[in-house]
């Protein structure tokens, strides 16, 4: 694991999509999953800026979902469906055939838990994976207590999850379960970079990097994996301790 420390959001989010762009650039035909959220929004729109500047080619890419709200429709603002076709499918022109995300409207969830976990694997694993940490420590809906060697599956989110959740919502929201990629598939991606801005998330982020690996902390399992790289701004390092790691 590697640690970046960037002065501010901006200059995180502008390398975070150098990243993406390098490996598209590099990999046409790369798997991508590619989390929503307030902290890779910036991320994305440099994404589209760059990849429209620098004509690179996403016709060949596979996007995976890394997670959903069950129950919420893809025609609703706060779904990541809603965000991610908002963000990147449309203005990167993605056809159909390249986008697979939980379909959490599903009778059935598990069965849409088995299709993402063989469609990840046809396609030979994720080259790039793209995740944010939650005010809790989650990695997509990877709540605290996961178990390690999951795959998909369907979760109850945390109390913190569902009240942290509703800032993506126009109107208050019944957030009760997600569906999400597990933290097996995290330790299998080929990449993966883990996104924090802001002070909010100092606190949580110096636990994640600083205290034991545990999945009482999911976020805490990206010191497990040899090619991650978490990207910070200088508010979201603030605590901490150990200074080892040089700003950018
Ligand atoms: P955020 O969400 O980017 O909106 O802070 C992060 C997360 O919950 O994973």
Redesign the pocket.
């Given at each position: 694991m590697e640690v970046s420390i960037y002065k501010d959001h901006d200059t995180l989010s502008s390398h975070a999509a150098g990243e993406i762009i390098g490996m598209v650039a590099r990999k046409p035909d790369a798997v991508l999953c590619l989390?929503t959220?307030?902290?890779?929004r910036l991320t994305y729109s440099l994404v589209v800026q760059q990849a429209t500047a620098r004509k690179v080619d996403f016709t060949r890419c596979t996007f995976i979902g890394l997670d959903e709200w069950v129950g919420i429709s893809p025609e609703n603002e706060g779904s990541c469906h809603y965000f991610l076709r908002h963000h990147i499918f449309a203005p990167l022109q993605i056809a159909p055939h390249q986008i697979h995300l939980f379909n959490a409207l599903s009778g059935d969830l598990a069965g849409e838990c088995g299709l993402m976990n063989r469609v990840v694997k046809q396609r030979g694993g994720i080259d790039l994976m793209l995740?944010?940490?939650?005010?809790n420590g989650?990695?997509?809906f990877n709540e605290p207590g996961v178990a390690p060697d999951q795959y998909a599956h369907v979760v109850t989110l945390d109390e913190g999850?569902r009240t942290?959740g509703q800032?993506y919502f126009r109107e208050q929201t019944v957030l009760t379960e997600g569906i999400t990629l597990g933290l097996k598939h995290v330790l299998e991606a080929e990449k993966v970079l883990l996104l924090a801005n802001g002070v909010k998330?100092a606190e949580v982020v110096r636990r994640a990097l600083e205290e034991e690996v545990t999945t009482a902390l999911p976020a805490s399992i990206i010191r497990k994996h040899a090619n991650s790289r978490v990207m910070l701004d200088e508010p979201a390092a603030s605590a901490l301790t150990r200074g080892e790691t040089k700003s950018r």
């Open positions: 989390a959220g307030d902290t890779p995740v944010g940490i939650g005010m989650h990695i997509g999850t942290v800032k998330k």
